[in-house]
């Protein structure tokens, strides 16, 4: 006869399996970008370029006027003939002054026209200048930043920079935020 432990134990031991199946999801792609669970704990080093803290970030906008590119992500309405294609805000994104918000392109997987779309966009915003300095930032700990600067190192940008505390360290420390605006989503990105 089991005594209760023993009735427990073996109770615990058989969720075990399951408990290890829902964790066995990757996070990572074989490219290295993040995947899933996107608002997590970050790395310290950005995947390229330089990490920066709120100070650094004020004293590099100061002296060199770099391309701050909020990537935080939003619904994009799927296409349809009367409406086209558009994004959805929820709610009003509030970011650094002097932000390009391009939506998504943090995301692990880009299909070929969100793909398009930050390449062109990087494209237009720098000149065609692949060393013009590009901040990329989120909100506190979301991947979505880490990837964008990994993407924009992938697509030949060397000046990057790595904001991870985001809109939301900016804010805390006492620094104004205006409201964002979405880069418009074009068809002809594809």
């Keep these: 006869m089991r ?3 023993e009735t427990i134990l073996c109770a615990i031991l058989s969720l075990q399996p399951t408990v290890t199946l829902a964790t066995d999801s990757p996070l990572f792609s074989p490219e290295g970008y993040r995947i899933a669970r996107y608002r997590a704990p970050l790395p ?3 995947p390229a ?6 100070r650094l970030l004020v004293e590099l906008i100061r002296r060199q006027n770099p391309l701050l ?8 309405r799927p296409e349809t ?3 086209g294609i558009a994004w959805l805000p ?4 509030w970011h650094i002054p002097g932000s390009t ?4 392109v943090g995301y692990g997987y880009l299909d070929s026209r969100m793909h398009a779309y930050m390449q062109t966009n990087l494209e237009r915003l720098t000149l065609g200048d692949r060393d013009r300095a590009l901040v990329f930032y989120c909100v506190v700990d979301c991947w979505m930043s880490w990837n964008a600067v990994k993407r924009a190192d992938a697509l030949g940008y060397r000046n990057l920079y790595w904001y991870p ?8 420390a006492g620094l104004e935020l205006v409201p964002g605006v979405p880069v418009p989503f074009k068809l002809s990105e594809k």
């Design 49 to 54: 370029g330089k990490r920066l803290d709120t």
């Design 165 to 172: 505390e985001g809109s939301d360290g900016w804010y805390e």
């Design 101 to 104: 918000w391009l939506p998504n």
């Design 81 to 83: 003939e009367e409406f």
């Design 69 to 76: 590119l909020d990537v935080q992500a939003i619904t994009l």
């Design 3 to 5: 005594t209760f432990a």
């Design 44 to 46: 310290e080093m950005p």
């Design 90 to 93: 929820s709610r009003q994104r």
